[in-house]
């Protein structure tokens, strides 16, 4: 009925489609156009780079300059004088009569004996808190004698006193 080269062209164009779409398909990929023949502009189609905000300064010669500049930055630091922080007059800055100095020295040197510096400046800034937090204070230094001592500091300086204890001690 049908003559058999009639069905050898078909097929032949049939599958001569199949491959010029697959090919084409690829080719879409291949070349950065998604595979949507050009036509998106969704959300996975961009025309050029996306910045990232990273810096956009190329690395000179490769990994060779970085460890060139690592060296540099540790011969610098190495020669670098190490600078000792001055020790900060904590009663001279707030201007203390000699009642509040005597009572200052006292607490101050019996909470050296027990707390370490990080400890002594946190309670320091908690002495200037307003109002007096009290349960910071036995939570830092424990229930007892110490903490009487800096709660007695504490109501024995002035409002301004209190603010610049605060300023010196987080510092």
Known sequence: MHHPVLFGLFAAFVVSRIIRFRMRRRWRHAYGHGGCGGGCRGRFHRRGPIDLGAPDVEPRFGRRWGRWQRWGRWQEEAQAPVKAAAPVDVAGSLELNQRQRELFDEVVDKAKARLATAELAEALSIIGREPFERDAVEFLVGKGEL?????????????????????????
């Open 147 to 171: 903490a009487d001592d800096l709660e007695h500091l504490h109501f024995s300086l002035t409002a301004e006193q209190r603010t610049k204890l605060r300023s010196v001690a987080s510092a």
